[in-house]
């Protein structure tokens, strides 16, 4: 993502610990607080891996708009690491339930997604996926302060990745290295969703003018990209994106750019690699990076 990560133990648990962007306990609490109930990353709980954001509430917020942007990105991360774990479970903190129970525990404002079947958790994140996320992060107010004996209520979001013990009783390092690799790069659309978005419209109309005169206006091209797994649109119509980011440099000649409907373009950005042909520009050599395919 371009920015820092801290890997940090829990105090007094050194079998919970988190990889987290440090700037984000910073925008919640400021230098001079102790951040550590701030958490928005993957965290490693004993035999649980998951993505993770507790408390922090300007994160929430970026990532429930940005999920209603791209929904699909919650089934995109449980589907690919799907082959990690033994069940599967979604919690977070609930409007509906918030609003209907009245109480101050957690246990009466969070909703939980749990079942040892994909085919129907995926059934239920993705029924209507606009709708979960819109359930997501409610603004809830602390109702006590930890070691008072009140609960304590604030939003809370967790969906399981992977479980810890089939990446670390492996029969190498090498098939630890590439299952902890799948659940880093499963998480990157929810981590993508953490940030501020462009619009890639506006940031891409150069292109856009550059290969509307070659190769012209096409279909979207994301079932050309070679490695890249079966994906619908979304139905939009097709935006000009860059195939190495312009951030990075990247062209805005028509060789450095391929057609995607909004939903690809935002799954690819900066996870693309080559170029479009300059003999037959209607020919595209790329293929994606950063993460394995489903098995």
């Not at 977070?92 to 085919?119: L, N, Q, Y």
């Not at 979001?157 to 590439?178: G, H, M, Q, T």
Request: proline letters at 5%.
């Amino acid at each position: 993502m371009g920015r820092p990560a801290a890997i940090r133990a829990v105090k007094g648990n050194t079998s919970q610990w988190y990889i987290s962007d440090p700037s984000f306990s910073v925008i919640q609490r400021g230098t001079g607080s102790n951040p550590r109930g701030y958490r928005s990353g993957i965290f490693v709980d004993n035999d649980e891996i998951s993505f993770h954001n507790v408390h922090s509430r300007t994160p929430a917020l970026l990532l429930r708009k940005n999920l209603l942007q791209q929904p699909e990105a919650l089934l995109i991360a449980s589907e690919r690491t799907r082959h990690l774990r033994g069940y599967h479970y979604l919690h977070f903190s609930s409007r509906i339930v918030s609003r209907t129970s009245g109480g101050k525990a957690w246990t009466d404002t969070v909703r939980i997604i749990e079942t040892s079947s994909w085919h129907e958790f995926k059934q239920q994140i993705s029924a209507d996926p606009s709708a979960l996320v819109r359930d997501m992060f409610p603004e809830l107010p602390s109702a006590g302060k930890v070691g008072t004996g009140v609960p304590v209520r604030g939003s809370d979001f967790y969906l399981l990745l992977a479980e810890y013990r089939k990446i670390e009783f492996v029969k190498s390092d090498e098939v630890a290295a590439r299952r902890a690799s799948e659940v880093i790069d499963a998480a990157w659309n929810l981590f993508a969703c953490l940030y501020p978005w462009d619009t890639p419209r506006a940031r891409d109309a150069s292109l856009r003018r550059s290969m509307l005169s070659k190769p012209g206006l096409l279909d979207c091209e994301y079932k050309k990209i070679a490695n890249s797994d079966c994906s619908d649109c979304d139905g939009s119509s097709v935006q000009a994106a860059h195939i190495v980011p312009h951030a990075r440099g990247g062209s805005d000649r028509y060789w450095n750019g391929m057609w995607l409907c909004s939903k690809h373009h935002q799954m690819t950005e900066g996870r693309v690699t080559g170029s479009r042909s300059r003999s037959n520009p209607v020919e595209l050599d790329v293929r994606l990076i950063g993460y394995a395919r489903d098995l």
